[in-house]
């Protein structure tokens, strides 16, 4: 029977107009890490023959190829074939590709305010609840997702429109295994354990952090992540969600608390390498560079997954760096949450054959192709680890399935002139010795006034 399958498979992906042979970059079949069941069992209940699906999204090269390579399975199971898009300006074409009654039958958004806009223009498709339910029970912290990808109908009533696939990690610190090693440093698994190595550091001598905020003309960004991480450690994710939607005003406790524990760390001479000052004059892209010199200029770096980017040439995971996740505070009890962004899958030209592709982002196959290429996380429980391209990827992912809570970045999903502004020039203020407080109204303040 599977071999009738993936015959019939192969004779749809030479015929159609869709994928050809060729394009499956791994053969269905021929390599036991892929869950290729999946993908049978999407191909014999989905035809879509004749059909043409486009997508619009943010992704250009490589990215967009990767998109490609995970479509050309859908257009050979189905027969239908995939047309995307990319656009560094996606934003702004979805928002006039709908107002001109013409949008793709998929959008993928990177933002949750855009998909929440476009869902109160009536331009998004429910996804339906089954596809919640579904979510809830197969991704990591699904009910997270759920919530991210839900928005006030034209009606006002919460409806899912939105799902996720692509994510990535911002609760990552790093580090240099050796100079762990060497010094009998063992990984925190609490707040409160790395707390207490920092101050051993400083006790033997060393520097425990390198902490960069510059940015050019986004200066203050790497700030805000740590403030949003501390949110997450320090109060329930409803504060955070309220905060986001200022329910929960800049002003509140709560927020100058999460603001004065990442002082704690960035306002403290003995912990950051250069000193207070240098905080907020290091370009974030330059500040991890200390980890890798000898004696290290310090011992961790708190950054999102992207940062081995500005490591220097040549250096390898596992050997001149490695990562552990941001830990929670023990006496808090909060779970294990998660500080990320992502990218969510919309309808918004309704059709089965749109339904369908929805579908197959459901299947670990979609998310395994992916996986095997390059710079793609998930938190479907579902897949095999092992198709990951490389370890460190691994690694970044077993700690998102690990996740109890799940948040999007704060300062994107804020109005522009918050999130991209005021918070943005607020950290460096604080950074630079302005109180805690002071800063928190003047936020307020700001925020107030676009109300």
């Known amino acids: 029977m599977k071999s009738k399958l993936y015959a019939s498979i192969a004779a749809i992906a030479l015929t159609a107009g869709g994928a050809h042979a060729q394009d499956l970059i791994f053969a269905p079949g021929a390599d036991d890490r892929f869950n290729w069941a999946s993908f049978e069992e999407f191909a014999a209940a989905h035809d879509f023959a004749g059909q043409t699906i486009t997508i619009a999204g943010p992704w250009l090269q490589p990215d967009a190829g990767f998109l490609r390579n995970v479509m050309a399975y859908f257009e050979a ?34 933002q949750p305010g855009l998909a929440a806009d476009m869902a109160a223009r009536g331009a998004l498709t429910p996804l339906g609840e089954e596809s919640a339910e579904w979510m809830v029970e197969n991704y990591a912290a699904g009910q997270s997702w759920v919530d991210l990808g839900t928005f006030p109908s034209p009606d006002g009533d919460p409806t899912y429109y939105g799902f996720f696939f692509k ?17 009998g440093y063992d990984i925190p698994a609490t707040m409160e354990e790395l707390k207490a190595l ?108 992207f940062i081995p980017a500005f490591f220097p040439e040549g250096s390898e995971y596992g050997i001149d760096y490695d990562f552990f996740y941001f ?77 109890t809570t799940f948040r999007f970045d704060a300062s994107d999903i804020m109005p522009g002139e918050i999130g991209a502004g005021a918070f943005w020039t607020g950290m460096v203020d604080y950074t630079t010795g302005a109180d ?14 676009i109300r």
């Open 77 to 110: 199971a189905t027969g239908a074939t995939v047309s995307y898009s990319g656009s560094d300006s996606f934003e702004q074409d979805i928002v006039i590709a709908v107002g001109a009654g013409s949008p793709p039958d998929i959008a993928v958004f990177p």
């Open 167 to 183: 994510v990535d990690v911002k609760s990552l610190v790093w580090y240099s295994p050796d100079q762990f090693d060497e010094q």
């Open 198 to 305: 920092s101050d051993q550091i400083v006790a033997d001598g060393g520097t425990p952090w390198c902490i960069g905020i510059g940015s050019e003309a986004a200066t203050g960004w790497p700030a805000t992540d740590w403030v949003e991480d501390m949110m997450l450690r320090l109060h329930d994710p409803e504060v955070y969600d309220d905060w986001v939607t200022n329910d929960v005003k800049f002003d509140d406790p709560r927020v100058i608390e999460a603001i004065e524990m990442y002082g704690t760390f960035a306002r403290n001479e003995d912990w950051v390498h250069g000193g207070v000052q240098a905080v907020a004059t290091t370009d974030f892209r330059d500040s991890p560079s200390g980890l890798f010199t000898f004696p290290p200029q310090c011992y961790m770096h708190k950054q999102a997954s």
């Open 327 to 403: 830990p929670a505070f023990e006496e808090k009890d909060l779970g294990a949450p998660v500080l990320g962004a992502g990218t969510q899958f919309t309808i918004t030209r309704d059709s089965d054959a749109a339904h369908g592709l929805i579908a197959f982002l459901k299947t670990p196959i979609a998310h395994e192709i992916w996986m095997a290429q390059s710079g793609f996380l998930t938190p479907h429980q579902s897949v095999n680890l092992e198709t990951f391209a490389d370890d460190a990827q691994r690694a970044m992912n077993e700690i998102l399935l690990e996740a």
């Open 436 to 449: 805690a407080s002071g800063v928190a109204e003047a936020i307020q303040r700001r925020w107030d006034s």
